[in-house]
């Protein structure tokens, strides 16, 4: 039987108060939001005949990773007969429709799906780019236009939902509703936009606002985050014009640093190691903040210098001892020290020979090994350590099915579940066994 491990609201770092299973992967970044996958008995290498999928479900366009828990998997995507091809900073506009699809964790079978009718205008716009949360038996999406449900988890039935961009009086960001939001408490926490309103809180049963916090020019793109630090808990905040912190309770400010994001274009979570914390982003931007020990405030520590952190554009970094790995806008995978910001090593491997403008490989810790998908719709076993990149095995698992830069890319984070990788790229869902069953 599963074991339900609860996550008490006390404890460091504690990204999420959601109760989840084991070996359930409920939403960005797996039950914990820090991208580590903690079953036994993972591969030490892939067969020499590489894998083979389990079961393989259709799907439409789409970013937004899967999310596995029990027996159902839950995934968003967008049927249209518009033109979603990739225009860097270009929004195009077409109708359509976005599906929330509940499949059979065991053959594939597509249970049950929600739709609903969309008017697109954004840049990359294949689809919704949000992965789903799971809490119990409710289900909540958000789509790339701002649409927000609460659903029952087993049936579909619609439990409450809110349009994003109506509510708020807002436009959606130049690349969509992107940030994947936060269940904390009794609240949801997601990025909104408008006056006031760049961030709220919502009662995650009924919808209704609890509150907001934020005026800024451009929504973006980074998800709420919360840490523990000066003696309290903090939910970072991140707009295109600053670094906040506020009460996750309340939304009450505590602090706030000024950041100046090119192109709105703010995406990764912050990643916290002790006094430290970092965020960087598109066209070379990093800024480390130094963390007050004993009371919610911070500092500057130095900001956008030249070879110095990462800018991570697809990718979110993770922080291990003091040393944070993830790509670079460059297509770099890269280590650097959070504390001086040195990079230590970095390398195109993973994803290319050589270099590529937002290449892109999707990272998950597992013990003393990574796994790593990349946008070649390949997954890898690795070694990551201050010492450098060691690649120990490579295999190919879903074909890349988009286009950015003028070349094919995958860029969909997968779930790792019930020993397996559950991935999906325009055309199909796959969930591809990794661990033999006893």
Known sequence: MRKVLFLAAALADAFLMVPVVAEDWPQWMGPKRNNQWE???????????????????????????????????????????????????????????????????????????????VEYAISYPAGPRCTPIVEENRLYTLGAEGDLFCFAADTGKVIWSKQLKQVYKTNSALWGYAAHPLIDGENLITLAGGEGSQTVALNKRTGEEVWRFGTSAETGYSPPTIIQAGGVR???????????????????????????????????????????????????????????????????????????????????????????????????LMAFNIATGERLWETSKPISPRPLGSGTAFIVRHQDRFFLFNESGELLIAKLSPKGYEEISRTKIIDPTNVAFGRDVVWCAPAYANGSIYVRNDEQLIRVPLVSPK
């Open 39 to 117: 079953i036994q008995g993972a591969p030490k290498e892939f067969p020499a005949g590489g894998l083979k999928p389990l079961w393989s479900t259709k799907v439409s366009g789409g970013y937004s990773g899967p999310a596995v828990v029990a027996d159902r998997v839950y995934v968003t995507d967008l049927v249209t007969s518009g033109d979603t091809k990739n225009d860097n900073f270009g929004r195009k506009s077409f109708q359509g429709t976005e599906r929330v699809l509940c499949i059979d964790n065991k053959n594939g079978e597509v249970l049950w799906k929600h739709e609903y009718p």
């Open 234 to 332: 903090q939910l970072i905040l991140i707009n295109p014009e600053a670094v906040n912190s506020v009460n996750p309770a309340t939304g009450e400010k505590y602090w706030s640093i000024p950041y100046a994001a090119d192109n709105g274009s703010i995406i990764m979570s912050p990643v916290h190691s002790g006094k430290h914390l970092f965020v960087g982003g598109y066209s070379n931007k990093n800024l480390l903040i130094e963390l007050d020990a004993s009371k919610p405030e911070a500092k500057e520590v130095w900001r956008n210098q030249a070879k110095k952190g990462m800018s991570p554009v697809n990718v979110q970094p993770m922080v291990i001892d003091d040393v944070v790995y993830g790509c670079d806008q460059s297509g770099e």
